[in-house]
């Protein structure tokens, strides 16, 4: 069976948002390794993915000048995760959050996918209760100095 008049932006791209969340330990010398056993992957509870890529600039300018020139001095990268909590009750980014201060983020959406990959500490990570008692978890990664690879798609 197949819903052949539903309009396009109900299933946004035609294809699936699927997210997989692995715990990473970074060692004193920078090494990171990645504890796979307890990777936790959200498909089906998936609410909804925010990235968002920041430049922070600052005015430079000569002392004469009027015109403001805005020059980048750093770039970033956070992503957020909304996970709807299952009947069970349990949140496998709360968990995470809990138990672990980084994760490796891997995540795909559309018909022929287009892939993240994000290494960076939870943020902050928060529960709540939105309408008719849907429960949702929301994280927000953000980015560390020490990794020149914190985020990549393909």
């Not at 330990?25 to 090494?31: E, K, L, S, V, Y």
């Not at 939105?130 to 953000?142: E, N, P, S």
Request: no cysteine.
């Amino acid at each position: 069976m197949a819903f052949t008049n539903v309009p396009q932006w109900v299933t946004a791209s035609g294809g699936t948002l699927a997210a997989t969340i692995t715990p990473v330990t970074i060692a004193a010398n920078g090494d990171i390794t990645e504890v796979t056993g307890s990777a936790a992957t959200i498909t089906t509870r998936l609410d909804g993915v925010t990235i968002n890529v920041t430049k922070e600039t600052e005015e430079i300018s000569p002392i004469t000048g009027f015109q403001r020139n805005e020059v980048p001095i750093s770039t970033g990268t956070t992503i957020e995760l909304r996970e709807i909590v299952p009947s069970t009750g349990i949140s496998s980014l709360l968990d995470l959050a809990f138990g672990y201060d980084y994760a490796k983020i891997v995540f795909a959406r559309g018909s022929t996918p287009r892939t993240w990959t994000h290494y960076g500490p939870f943020i902050d990570v928060s529960e709540t209760v939105v309408g008719k008692g849907k429960i949702l978890v929301v994280a927000r990664f953000g980015m560390s100095a020490g990794n020149d690879d914190n985020s990549s798609h393909a």
